[in-house]
């Protein structure tokens, strides 16, 4: 099992969720986060006072799959979210090593 880590700009969850669900992946979790790496922000204009926006809006999506599944949610994910600017986010494949279901109590895969 792996854990896929994909930090994205907003706008691009519903483009990533129908482009995963085509792939039969269910389940993820989106957290809001703020980041900045090359974009450094940008400057705005708030009530005729500029300041300096650091931190950027952007969305941790984090899916646990199995092995085989990773290439294509991998290649769906960058399909879903590449603008081919900068700032388009980062995409991270972890190792998991148990899970299980709270409810029922399965394990790994089947706890999937």
Do not use: C
């Amino acid at each position: 099992m792996k854990i896929v880590t994909a930090i994205i700009k907003p706008f691009k969850l519903d483009d990533v969720r129908e482009k995963l669900a085509a792939l039969r992946i269910d389940g993820m979790t989106v957290t809001e986060a703020k980041g900045y790496g090359r974009q450094k922000g940008h400057t705005e204009i708030y009530r005729g006072a500029e300041y300096v926006v650091s931190f950027l809006p952007k969305l941790r999506i984090e899916i646990v799959m199995r092995d085989e599944q990773v290439a294509a949610a991998v290649d769906a994910i960058r399909a879903a979210t590449n603008t081919g600017h900068i700032g388009d986010g980062k995409i991270f494949v972890s190792p998991i090593e148990r899970a299980w279901r709270i409810r029922t109590g399965e394990a790994d895969d089947d706890a999937l």
